[in-house]
């Protein structure tokens, strides 16, 4: 399985951008990349995807690399609810192991008022 | 509104009993998937079925069993055999495409004395 680096922390003031970024060397042509956040005793929440081209949400933006070894999650502007662990997967789109999605350890943002 | 609700939010049992989690969702998908999780970690994959009466392990599936009868439904037991049973076990689902996000449950927080 193609796997996800990230740093295992992070720290960010409320109200200014925040960078996340995940290296994925590995990564096969098929595979989608995704971003998930948790909050404490919650089930993750996705936050947002993308094959090769940049994308934007209400949540965030997603910069993916040209050669797609490495992407970056940005939140414009760190709000205090967004302190929560965040994870960079992978989802290969075919194959017979389309299905299977594994998490790595995630980074934990901290966000001070 | 349609979401995947998994319940209970706690269970306990004692050592040696076998203990069913439940997971229903009413989001028209095909895949759910069980993880689990320990304090501090990351989501490590138990079982995933793309469609009913299919499943297949994941990178953690001793000591558990799943069934998938219906197409809402994707219970996950937690046996005897199970040498550390006492986690975090979230429950999944996603239409079949690589580019789906998955939605997660709320949890349940098994402990087992």
């Known amino acids: 399985d193609a796997k996800t680096t990230q740093p295992n922390s992070m720290e960010s003031n409320e109200e200014e951008p925040v960078h996340l970024p995940c290296n994925h060397s590995t990564i096969s042509g098929t595979d989608y990349i995704h971003w998930y956040r948790q909050l404490p005793s919650q089930g993750p929440e996705y936050v947002i995807h993308?094959?090769?081209s940049n994308v934007n949400n209400r949540m965030a933006s997603l910069a993916i690399a040209e050669d797609r070894k490495s992407s970056t999650l940005i939140l414009h502007r760190a709000t205090l609810r967004d302190a929560a662990v965040y994870y960079c997967?992978?989802?290969?789109?075919?194959?017979?192991?389309?299905?299977?999605?594994?998490f790595g350890q995630g980074t934990i943002l901290t966000v001070h008022p | 509104d349609g979401g995947i609700t998994q319940s209970p939010k706690y269970l306990f049992r004692k050592e040696g009993q076998n203990v069913t989690l439940s997971c229903e969702q009413n989001l028209n998908h095909d895949a759910m998937y069980w993880y689990r999780q320990d304090p501090g970690q990351g989501l490590r994959l138990i079982y995933y079925s793309q469609i009913v009466n299919d499943f297949q392990k994941g990178d953690i599936a001793e000591g558990y069993s799943v069934s998938r009868e219906k197409k809402e439904s994707f219970p996950l037991t937690v046996t005897s055999a199970q040498k550390n049973p006492t986690a975090f076990y979230l429950c999944?689902?996603?239409?079949?495409?690589?580019?789906?996000?998955?939605?997660f449950g709320n949890g349940t927080r098994l402990t087992v004395t």
């Open positions: 997967i992978l989802r290969d789109s075919g194959g017979t192991s389309y299905g299977k999605l594994t």
């Open positions: 999944a689902s996603s239409l079949r495409h690589g580019n789906s996000p998955l939605h």
């Open positions: 993308g094959l090769t």
